[in-house]
C-alpha cells in the first residue's frame, strides 16, 4: 500500500502525509494483523464450547482494543476519512480492515451464529459505510464464496500455515 501512495500522489492519499500519523496508522494496521485477525481465525476454528467462548471473548477484546487504537487516533480522520473538497476516501487502515470485517460479518455469522454485538456502536457505524463506498462495492468478494474457502477452518480441519500457527499458539 505504502508504493500505491507513493507513486500516486496525485490520486488520493491514503496515508496522512504527517510522519507522527503515517506511524500510527502502521501501528493500527499491525494491529489489525497480529492481534485483531488471528482472533478471528481462533474464534472460527475453535471447536469445543469452552475454546469456542474463550475465542469469542479474545475476539471481541481485539476489536475493541483496535477501535480503542483507531478512535484514539482518529481527530485527523483516522479512518475513512474525508479530502479537502470534502469527498470520502479510504485509508490505509480501512483498506487493511475491511477485508476482514467483510469475513467477520460472513464467516462468523454462517459458522458459529455470530454478529458483532450492537454495543460495538463505531464498528457498525464503520462497517456500513465503509461497505457501500463505491471501492468496496467494485472490489468486494461475493459473501457466498467465503462459505466453502473458510469451512475447513470452522471444522478444525485446515492445515494451512495460519491454521498451524493458530493450532499452535504462535499467532
Same mark, same amino acid.
Given at each position: 500500500?505504502?508504493?500505491? !501512495? ?6 488520493? *492519499?491514503?496515508?496522512?502525509? #504527517?510522519? =507522527? /500519523?503515517? +506511524? ?23 471447536? !469445543? ?6 475465542? *469469542?471473548?479474545?475476539?471481541? #477484546?481485539? =476489536? /475493541?482494543? +483496535? ?35 467483510h469475513r467477520i460479518h460472513v ?65
Amino acid at each position: 500500500m505504502e508504493f500505491l !501512495d507513493e507513486a500516486f500522489e496525485g490520486s488520493c *492519499k491514503i496515508y496522512n502525509k #504527517d510522519p =507522527l /500519523k503515517r +506511524a500510527q496508522e502502521r501501528l493500527a494496521i499491525d494491529q489489525i494483523n497480529k492481534k485483531l485477525v488471528p482472533s478471528i481465525y481462533a474464534f472460527l476454528m475453535a471447536q !469445543d464450547q469452552k475454546d469456542i467462548e474463550d475465542n *469469542k471473548k479474545k475476539f471481541e #477484546d481485539e =476489536l /475493541k482494543a +483496535a477501535f480503542d487504537i483507531f478512535e484514539k487516533n482518529n481527530a485527523d480522520g483516522f479512518l475513512y476519512s474525508k479530502d479537502a473538497d470534502q469527498s470520502d476516501h479510504l485509508t490505509a487502515v480501512d483498506i487493511s480492515l475491511i477485508p476482514f470485517a467483510h469475513r467477520i460479518h460472513v464467516i462468523l455469522s454462517h459458522y458459529k451464529n455470530y454478529q458483532v454485538p450492537s454495543h460495538f456502536k463505531r464498528y457498525h457505524a464503520w462497517l456500513k459505510k465503509v461497505l457501500h463506498h463505491p471501492a468496496v462495492v467494485a472490489t468486494i468478494s461475493d459473501e457466498k464464496e467465503y462459505i466453502p474457502i473458510y469451512k475447513r477452518y470452522a471444522t478444525g480441519t485446515a492445515q494451512s500455515g495460519v491454521a498451524q500457527a493458530i493450532k499452535n499458539k504462535k499467532a
